[in-house]
């Protein structure tokens, strides 16, 4: 009862080649009109469920899909309702499924509550059964339409359900697509556009990370599955809105965190990374550093400018973004992004052999990393622009590895280290942020002279940030490690 499915957007360019291709597997094709229901204040939809009343050719079916235990899996359950439109949608089908249940209790709570209709989608649909190794795949292309009032949202994917088999031969199976017809990840399911266009939303709401509970975890293989899992729900929807051009600076700037954050868990997991292949690395971060050029300019925006105008700036717009500045967007429609993305979603779900490993390995590489912070605090002043910066990624590493693992630690203590180190990092980001500006700044001068006072405000404020950093710092040092 419970899916796995892949779901993928097929650029224009390539829609016409895609479409020849497919017929050759001689594809069953299938009219699907469905009706999507929910409470009055859309109690379903906050909790992630959908509930739909579909006719596919002339049979209708009632299905219900919720969150599922593992990531990237949904709970699925399916009831035939013959050939006559049913007169409504209620949950009577779900009185004796106990999953069912116990999902649709915590979402509202009784079980008689009315339903309306939200939304409706009609697809005409080609399905081919493809055997790969030892997995069937479902392979279905959608064309259709999602309609709420007089408001369309139009449908044009690919989806790769696994039928039988395994999570690799799944996305190995999908791999072999990517690359001819150009296919990026889009992590939307039919029934969030539904409830977007039905709100009038543009923009796909923010993802931002969820807390990762590692339920006394003692496996360190998959400590580190679990935590990559967890940046990828954090990274999957803000690139899709990314990709899809809806996004904002915050779409921008949480995607760069989930980078970081994987970035991070590798690094941290050394001992384990011989399970993954080296070039991980080197791709998440030239994904970090395209996205650095556009989220410094949104921060930027967002911090300098409001203190240069409080220094009575005479300058108060940041210089003009260069021509030809890399297109974001389509970053995350990249095969090779694509293939990295499921490579790392294939890696999260994986069964390796066990291998019992006490959490002394983690202990021993976060006291690492405190300690050469603490021995950067003592000679901080002294240290060159480039270490000074290491110092910052340190501390940013260490922060988010400690939220990776707090679950396996006292609460409080937890939150009194991370209490004593924010201001370090708050300190130090600043400081880096003035570097960034001083660099934009810098060859603008020449264009525009007011630019020399903008200069020279930030060497002063560099020199501030830099005592008060050195300060905070010392500070830190005196904090003893939990895990110790």
């Not at 739909?52 to 049979?59: H, N, T, V």
């Not at 899992?229 to 989930?258: G, K």
Request: some cysteine; hydrophobic content about 40%.
């Amino acid at each position: 009862m419970a899916e796995v499915e892949l779901k993928f957007q097929i650029p224009l360019h390539t829609r016409s080649q895609f479409e020849q291709d497919f017929q050759q597997y001689a594809p069953a094709r299938h009219h699907l009109y469905a009706q999507y229901f929910d409470t009055h204040d859309q109690q379903l939809q906050q909790h992630k469920i959908a509930l739909r009343q579909r006719l596919e050719d002339k049979q209708w079916f009632q299905t219900l899909k919720a969150p599922a235990r593992h990531e990237f899996e949904r709970f699925e359950l399916e009831h035939c309702l013959g050939e006559t439109q049913p007169e409504s949608c209620n949950f009577h089908l779900y009185q004796k499924d106990k999953q069912a249940k116990k999902i649709l209790k915590q979402a509202i709570g009784k079980l008689n509550t009315p339903l309306l209709l939200q939304f409706e989608t009609e697809v005409k649909r080609q399905v081919i059964q493809y055997n790969y190794q030892q997995s069937q795949i479902e392979i279905a292309f959608d064309i259709g339409e999602i309609r709420s009032g007089d408001q369309i949202a139009h449908i044009y994917e690919v989806e790769f359900e696994l039928k039988t088999g395994t999570l690799d031969q799944l996305i190995a199976c999908v791999e072999t697509w990517v690359e001819p017809y150009q296919l990026w990840l889009d992590v939307r399911n039919k029934s969030e556009r539904g409830y977007a266009l039905l709100k009038a939303e543009q923009q796909l709401p923010v993802q931002h990370q969820v807390v990762l509970n590692l339920e006394e975890e003692t496996d360190v293989a998959k400590i580190l599955q679990k935590i990559v899992a967890n940046c990828l729900t954090h990274l999957f929807p803000n690139a899709t809105a990314i990709a899809l051009e809806h996004y904002n600076s915050d779409h921008v700037h949480q995607a760069r965190v989930a980078v970081r954050r994987l970035r991070s868990a590798l690094k941290i997991f050394q001992s384990e990374t011989k399970k993954c292949p080296a070039e991980w690395q080197d791709q998440l971060r030239d994904i970090f550093q395209q996205l650095g050029a556009t989220r410094d300019r949104d921060a930027l925006a967002g911090s300098l400018l409001p203190q240069l105008k409080q220094a009575g700036s005479p300058l108060l717009v940041l210089p003009p973004a260069p021509k030809g500045q890399f297109n974001i967007s389509q970053l995350f429609q990249q095969p090779a992004i694509t293939k990295l993305f499921l490579e790392l979603l294939g890696f999260s779900q994986r069964k390796f052999k066990p291998h019992p490993s006490s959490h002394k390995t983690l202990c021993t590489s976060l006291s690492s990393l405190h300690h050469k912070i603490c021995e950067d605090a003592a000679n901080y002043i002294q240290l060159d622009i480039e270490a000074r910066h290491r110092t910052r990624k340190r501390v940013k590493r260490l922060r988010y590895n400690i939220e990776f693992l707090q679950s396996l630690f006292v609460e409080q203590e937890v939150k009194a280290y991370l209490k004593a180190l924010k201001p370090v990092q708050e300190s130090l980001g600043h400081y880096n942020d003035l570097f960034v500006a001083e660099e934009l700044f810098l060859p603008y001068v020449k264009k525009q002279p007011k630019a020399w006072f903008v200069l020279g405000w930030i060497k002063a404020e560099q020199q501030r940030l830099s005592a008060e950093a050195a300060a905070r710092l010392i500070q830190f040092t005196k904090t003893e490690p939990f895990w110790s």
